[in-house]
Structures are given as structure tokens and as C-alpha cells.
């Protein structure tokens, strides 16, 4: 196995894009690793990030933020305009693994994985987040949502990299929410969950994005549940209509992790939960 | 036994003294299993079934053996064939004959000049399989046309009649239970369903094996058991037990899960063949796969009882499998089941049936918890229904000293009834419960406890000091409660006191460290071999003095003339009769060798508060309080230690903890992702409530406390939860989908 740790973005390219064999890009290598030691890849080249200036930064942007692909999630939580505009996105990366973990995971990575139940995907998603890549080809802008295809799957080509997410800028009394729902209180994997990214005018909701994770092969995105809350404060009926939308939204397995009824209600059950922290913070009143 | 002394006042016993293996641990200085590194060492690795049941028609090493490296292959031809059942099935279990039997049954092992290498070699081993029709589940297993797992044996402790996987059956009981059921006002049947735990130990299995191809050497081990290890690693290797010394590793956990034999021989075996050091370690997925899990099964319990809460009859029926060998540890389920009453009429049941799973290994008093679980959940039933007060209702019903017990033997002293009254007295109990989806479980637990073959030796050092040598694995604080017991009848204090786990050769044979033996048992030879040590020291006192050797007494440390007429002599100190030890007659020591009887039965009683959500049916466990009868708590520290780890791994099986398996007979949560044991955050803070009722059959009063800690969270959990929902949980583990199930 050849490791690099190329100091520039071009160099990464290069590497990955004229290697033989398997190859796998590390950042904070919490799920590398561990596929490692448990023998699940042997990859012919691992390719570490890290070193490329720029990788670790959280920079502000016409009032967005672009966050380099090797930044922790530790630092995310620590950067206070970030968690401030974006507590549902940080609070999604904050969820993936224990103290240890976050001070490696990357948001890049949790993405990379492609696993349906990845925490930070659904908010990134609701966010708008968008993903900046290199490759042979030069650089290209993709909407998070499209880059895992499925299970362990993306949509990268050989050669490609992501270098970094931009968050747009918000309008006032905008916020974000995720939860997710694990037998235990951590240190688990989403059996369900829900991300509620929404703005407010006057008390009411004006725009809304909901999207889903665990209960299908990717995360989804969930119009009609948005569009059941649109227009209102956020009373029961409106609730339980989202719900109702987010149940019909599913397509999740059975597997030792949760069943296909479970799954499904409890995905309606957190985005409503998800939905009223998402509205209160972003000053609804209920 | 003079249980006078437990009346007296303790100057070391009792008290919180600084654990002596605390710093090594905190330190990473303590070695464990995987830790030793020797020279020229060699990394094993096994070849393990992935079919739950097939035949093993042909394996073809020979690919493995071409790589540069790869030093060695040993298979079930490399092993001595035993007579037996116990070490026949033993054998077959760590290196499968003419069958694989389960989802990680070793068939091979490789050993090779790195473990990157000998996992790469294991992969290469060809391995010829017949699949075979499998079978995991106890009621399938049970059918007379069910899959056969041993072809052709018999089993004599099976029911005539019975399916050819069924291999035991045993009653007890006493009473008529037609005539009881009729005296009832209201009876309960229920039938509950649990599936298997595994004892969740943080460190996998790991040995080091050095031998000879003359057969003698040495294994390093993460054991309960070395004398086990040393005696099974001799008869499947053939080799001669004197030839064959273990030395136990400091353990990270072992729950009766490590008193088992797994990769030791195997180990030892690819030494023999190769004539260097193998190292062998586990993976996290062998652990689960190929070591043992509990029982499991299903349990039916019928109770009567009047209006005002007296228990007129009870019945439990369980139907067990304990993996792809014979297993009694269902017997041990029914004698537990009704232990914590005194019935008139009463009848416990059990079946043991093989499966296609990994063969069943003790975890923290085996059984016991699913029997109290049946039998408690009813009783509370019976409680809501009747309208009953369910404190009240066990102390009513609580067996005592004299109750002819649900098993058979009579009780002597213990402590159930001290602990329902202090349950009931402590503000737990009396607190509201506020808010909405909440509820209160409370469950009494037992365990026999145990003692068995212990020996300890003991040396006085020529600076006034004592070192102890023992031969358990220290799991619970042993060496603490050792030392302590050692300074108390030796009048020294506990600083002036150290004790080791020895090798095999160091020290007369000891059982495992298991059945909460070792506090009682190692306590009472430690005593025992103190007081031998201080009859030496008052011979000394004697000669030195010229008196009678019957005119020294030992009060404080030092030897005293018993009486005026004895002498007038000033106290002679311990230390200074050790310093002239060699000048007076040679060194002192002292030691004892003994199968303790007598360990005194333990009772339990849980409280616990939790919360469900109605709409994910998540259980939060908000409160919990253990009070428990420690007989005389050594070392108090320990004591709250065993009680809140039973508690946690109670709540884990009552809530998360299942294996799972695949249509394949496959293991699909081979891993502590997805095999849900509780983290830390999951948990209160666990109150533990020590009681003292003294066990007469121990010098100083000791009573196991490692196991029953176990017993009562599955009821008491089951019974909060059962209370919060208003819907009766019979279904194992409480798990969100089974509840939210239950409760839509």
C-alpha cells in the first residue's frame, strides 16, 4: 500500500487520477480506517488531504461559508457564526461518532462514505450546501445532493476530489434543525432522521426544505412535506399533513437496525420534532 | 465458624483503601492479553465456518502453506482426541470435527511471520462444505423432524420421546400446584420470548503460547481460569500437565465469558508444531461469533394469588438452547426463578435443546435472570390487576431464613427482607413519579454463589510485611480485598500487605474465577493461611521467650503471653519476629488449601424509573437504585462496583442487546455497532444500597456479591416499562420497534 500526502490540490489529482488499482482519499480517516483494520478495502493508494493549505479553513463569504474538506467536526462546532446561521448542519456533523471521532470527521467524508444513514448529509442538503471538486478535468460546482448515488456510491469520477462545501448566505429569521433517532444516546448509526431547514416572515413560514436520511438508498428531499408547512406557523395540522408526506417519502429496508415500519413512522415523528426546533429558532413563535 | 468476628470492630475490612492495580491500569503499564511480545514470535489466525451448519468434506492448506512466512497450518487431525463429553465437546467446539456447527466455528488455524500475513493465509485455506439444513431457533430445534445437529448421540438426560436436538430436562418443586391454583383469586399466565446476550467484555480473548515440540511450555493468557486453560491445553495437546504452565494476563472483563476454553490450544498447538512463540488474538467479531453467548429461549409462568397478595401457586417452564452442545444452564434458571419466595406450591421446569449457534458460555449467575424475569413480570401483573401494593406484596410473600426454598435446600440467614424493607424505606421508592409516560419497576434477584477448590499461600517478609499468592484473576478487586482480609488477621495495615495472581506453578490448584467464589472463598484460605502464618509467629514469640508455644496469644500484630501466668513479656511485633525469622527456626509462611462450602445464598432488589416515548417507543432509564446483601462488603468501593455493572448489563438485555441472525444462520450484528451494549450516556448514575447480613459460612461474614446484580433489571425494566405504556412486555429486548410495536 503507497501512502501521500500531496501539498497541493493538483498533486492529489494527479495521484488519484494516474493510479492503478484501488484507491482511497483520506481526511480524517474515521471511516477509512477502520475499513482498513477490519479488512474490508486494501486500497493500492491512500492519498491524505490534510496537508493542502486551504483544506482546514472556514472562511466567510458574501455572507455564506465555504468549509475546506479536512475540517473537523470539532471545528465546525467551535466556529460561533457557523453554528450560529447553521446549527442544523453543525449539529448533524456533531452527532457522527464519540469526542475522539470528532476530532477527525470531516464533512467530506461522512459524504464520501455514501452511507443512507450519514448524519451530516440530510442538513447539508436542506441547506442548499453546495460542493466545490477538482479533477483531471478542472473544477466543478455540484449540489451536495448529488454526489451519493447509493449505498458507498458517488458520483466523482476517477481522479476527483472534493476540496471544499459552501453554505449560501441567509436571509433573517432563517434556521436549520436535525435530529435522528438511535436506540442508544450515542456512539450509533441513524435508524431514521430528519433535517428541517426553514425561513420566516412574519411568524409564518415562507420557505422550507426537509430532507431525510436513513429511510432510503440516499437521503431524500421531501417537497410535498415542505410544502405542507409553507404558508403556516407550524400548528398540528400542518405537522401532522409534513408527516404524513415524510412517511410517504420512504422507501427504507429491514434490517437489524430497524424495520420498515419503524423506519418510516419515526422519520415523520422527527422531522415534525425537527420542524419546531428549526421554526423556534429561527424566532417563530408557536 | 466464629461469626462472632463479624461482630466485632474492622480496623482494614471496610474500609475505601486506593486499589493497588489502579496506576498500571491508568497508566496502560498493565499487561494484557494481546500485550506480550517475545522474541521470534509467530501471529496466528483462524480459519473460521461461515455456513451455520455443513459438513467438512475436505481442507486443502496447501496454497497457505507456499507463502513465504506462513510457518504453519494446524487442523482437528493435530488435536488428541478426548473421552468424555465435556472435553469432547470442548475439543469440537474450538476445532470442528466432521461438522462446522455454527456461524464462526473454527475449522483451521494458520500461524505465520506477521498477522497481516497469517489473516491473509487464513483466507487461502480451502475448505470443502456440505451445507446442511440449520437451525437457530429453540422451538424449531425442538421438532422431532428439526435439522440434527449430533447425529446418533443420545442424550440421557433427555424426556423420552423428545426431539433428537433435546438433550436435558429437569424439574423442581414441591406442593400441589392444581390445589394451589384452586386457593387463588386471580391467576396469570404468560409466556415471554428472550434471544441471546453476549457478556460484552471489553477485551477479546488473547493468549501467547511458547512450546516446545517435547511439549513443555507456557501460555500467557486473558483468563478466568488458568488452571482450566492449563488442563485442556495439556489433554488436547497431549502434553503432560506438569510440562504446561499458564500465567494469566491482567483481564478487561471476563463476566464467566473467559472460565471457557477457545483459541489456548490452538495457540498452544501451532507453537508445538513450529517450536516458536504464537500469538493468537481475537477479533471483536470473533468474540461474538465463536464465543459464548447466554442461553435463550422462551418462558411460560402461571401464578395464583388471593386478594390480599398471598402467592398460592407458581409454575415456570422454560424451553432453552445454549448453542450446538448440551448445556444445563437452564436448570439454573428454574431453581433461580421462584428462589425469593416461600411457596407452598410450586413447580419450575426446563428443557435444553442444541442449535446452530456458538456454544453457550456462563454469564454472571447463568440463567438466573430470565427465570426472575418470568416470575417477577407476573407477580407485578398480578399486582396491577389485584390492585396490590407490589413492595408489599414480596415482602409478604419473601422467603427467609428456615423457607424451604422453590429448589430444595433450606435457607439459612440472608439478607432478602433487610433489603425489601430498606427498598421500601428509601426515598427512591417514596418519590413521585411526575409527568406523563413514565413508570416504576421494582424485581427481587438471587444467586446461589458459589466456593469450590482454592489455594492461597502467604509469606511474612523480614521487614514486617506480608505477600500473598493466589491463583484467581483478579476481575473484581480481588487483589484489594485479599490483601485487605490478609492485614486484618494479621493485624497489619493494608499498605504493609500485597498480593499477586500467580502462574500455575506457583500455587495449588484453584477453580475459575466464577459463581461469585473468589471474596468468599480465596477470603476464607487467605484467613485461614494468615492465621497458620500466626501460629508460626506465636511458636517463634515462644521459643524466644521460653514459654509454651499454647501461652501466646496474637492480638494487634503482635504475639502477647496469654495471660499473668504465662510471663511478663512486652508484646513482640510482627515485624520483629520477621526480622529474626531465619535465626528462630527459618522462614514463615503460611498457606491453605480447601473446597469452600458455605457461601451463603446473595439476594437483590432493584427499583427503576424510566420514561417511553410514546411515538418512537424509546425507554429512558431516569432512575435506578440497587440494594443488595454483601453479607460483610470487604471493600465497599468493589461491592458498589459489582451491583452497578450487573445493573448495567441487566438494563443492556432488558433494552438493546439481541443476536441476530440472518435466513442463512448467519450473525448479522457481529460487532458493538450494531450489537447494542448501553454506553455511559445511556445511563443514571446507578445507586447502589449495600446491605450487611453476615454469612455464617465465612470467618468475617462474606457473601459473593458479582452476580446478582444481574438478575433484577430485566424485571424491574420490564416492569417500569410495562407500567409506563399499560401494555405487558413479554418480548426480549425492549428494544424502540418492539415497544413502539407493543404499544401502537
Redesign the interface.
Known sequence: MRFEQPKTVNDAVSLLADADGLTRVLAGGTDVLVQLRL?MVEPDLVVDIKAIPGMRDITEENGGFTIGAAVSGAELGEHAKLVAAYPGVVEGMELVGSTQVQGRATLTGNLCNASPAADSVPAMIAADAIATIAGPDGPREVPVADIAIGPGKTSLKKGEIITSFHLPARPANASDAYLR?I???????A?ASAAVNLTLKEGKVVAAKIVLGAVAPTAVTVPAAADAIIGTALDDASLDAMAKACEAACNPIT?????I??RT??AG?LAKRAAKIAFARAGGKS | MALDDTKRDFKVIGQRVVRPDGIDKVTGKAQYGADLILPGMLWGAVVRSPHAHAKILKIDASEALKLDGVEAVVTRADFVEQKGDNFADNLDNIMAGKKALYDGHAVAAVAATSQRLANKAAKLVKVEYEILPHVTEVDEAMKADAPVLHEGRKYTGAPAGSGPNVTHYQDYGHGDLDAGFAKADMVIERSFKSEGVHQGYIEPHACVANYNTDGRGETWVCTQGPFMIRDFTAAFNGFNISQVRVTPSEIGGGFGGKAHIFIEPVAAALSKKTGRPVKMAMTRSEVLRATGPTISGHIDVKIGMKKDGTITAGYLGMRAQGGAYPSGTVDMATQAAFAAYDLENVKSEGWNVVTNRPKEAAYRAPGAPLGVWGVESVLDELCQELNLDPMEVRIKNAAKKGTKSSYGPTFDDMGLLTALEAAKAHPHWNAPLDGPNKGRGLSCGFWFNFGGATSVSLQINSDGTASVTEGNPDIGGSRASISMMAAETLGLPFEKVRTIVADTNSIGFNQETNGSRVTFAVGLATIKAAEAAIKVMCGRAAKIWGIDEEAVDWVDGAAVPSGPNAGDFPPMTLAEIAKVAVQTGGPIAGHHEVTADGAGVSFGVHIADVEVDPETGKTTVLRYTAFQDAGKAIHPDYVEGQMQGGAVQGIGWALNEEYIYGADGRLQNDGFLDYRIPVASDLPMIDAVILEIPNPGHPYGVRGVGETGIVPPLAAIGNAVSRATGVRMTKLPMSPPTVLKAIS
Open positions: 479488512g433517532f436506540p442508544r444516546t450515542e456512539m450509533d448509526i435508524v434490517d437489524k437496525r430497524g424495520t415500519e419503524f413512522k419515526t415523528t
